[in-house]
């Protein structure tokens, strides 16, 4: 693939890595809220995420990286931190998106947790899919060029993100055609449209929506037992209990 195709691929690539977060997010309340996102790398989905309305801060461990998404400075705070350990009190944030960086499992495991940790109503993961046909047949191809970044399993994720049961699960896809066909030009362009739920696409977001917790008053420990109270008298009404009291009160000396 030459430089020109590669970048035109990649420019189509991002311009529908952002649709799908559009979609993914959407049901999320924005403003005034705070959003993290961990290993934003060059910064390129912060503009969006401000322009959706959430309160930024974001964080990358490459210092080149870094300095790149630092030009964003005026619409998100951008600092170093590794995503297996965030410099973030608990539930600091609403929500968090984590892209999956790091091809190591125990790596992706610290990042979840700590992802959660910071996160009170929220976390998307990103991350490029391995099960995916595109992947597959860049497999297939010889590693001819680089693939796009470190791939994840989508079924190794989702189930090790419905251990936690922290929350409902969610997921989308998009990117589903292979490698020539991401281009806004190809009449076969449309097979790489958003899929929600359908785990096919190269790129894949997964979402956790955490359960609100309810508090539960005790009952049963506050009160003692019941009392019940004594039986009294029924007073009868009506014509005749009415004619013997008033003969009741004539009869009265």
């Not at 005790?218 to 009506?238: K, Q, T, Y």
Request: charged content about 20%; overall charge positive; some cysteine.
């Amino acid at each position: 693939m030459d430089d020109r195709q590669s970048d035109i691929t990649g420019q189509y690539a991002l311009h529908m890595q952002k649709q799908l977060v559009q979609h993914c997010l959407a049901p999320w309340p924005r403003r005034g809220r705070t959003l993290l996102e961990v290993n934003c790398g060059r910064g390129e989905l912060l503009p969006l995420l401000w322009e959706y309305g959430f309160d930024m801060t974001a964080t990358e461990h490459n210092p080149e990286l870094r300095a790149e998404a630092s030009r964003m400075a005026d619409r998100a705070e951008v600092l170093a931190a590794a995503d297996d350990h965030l410099p973030f009190d608990d539930d600091e944030f609403d929500w968090v998106v984590l892209h999956l960086a790091s091809p190591s499992t125990e790596n992706t495991r610290k990042a979840i947790a700590e992802s959660l940790r910071v996160a009170s109503a929220g976390l998307a993961l990103t991350f490029w899919n391995s099960a995916s046909l595109p992947f597959m047949l860049h497999l297939l191809g010889g590693h001819k060029t680089a693939w796009h970044g470190p791939t994840f399993c989508w079924w190794q994720i989702w189930r090790a993100l419905r251990s936690l049961s922290a929350g409902r699960i969610s997921g989308a896809s998009v990117l589903a055609g292979p490698q020539g066909t991401w281009n806004a030009s190809c009449a076969l362009s449309g097979c790489n449209r958003v899929l929600p739920w359908l785990p096919m696409g190269a790129w894949g977001i997964i979402r956790i929506d955490m359960a609100k917790s309810r508090p539960v008053t005790p009952l049963p420990l506050r009160l003692g037992r019941r009392r019940l109270r004594r039986a009294e008298p029924v007073l009868e009404c009506g014509h005749k209990s009415q004619a013997k009291a008033a003969d009741t009160e004539r009869k009265a000396p």
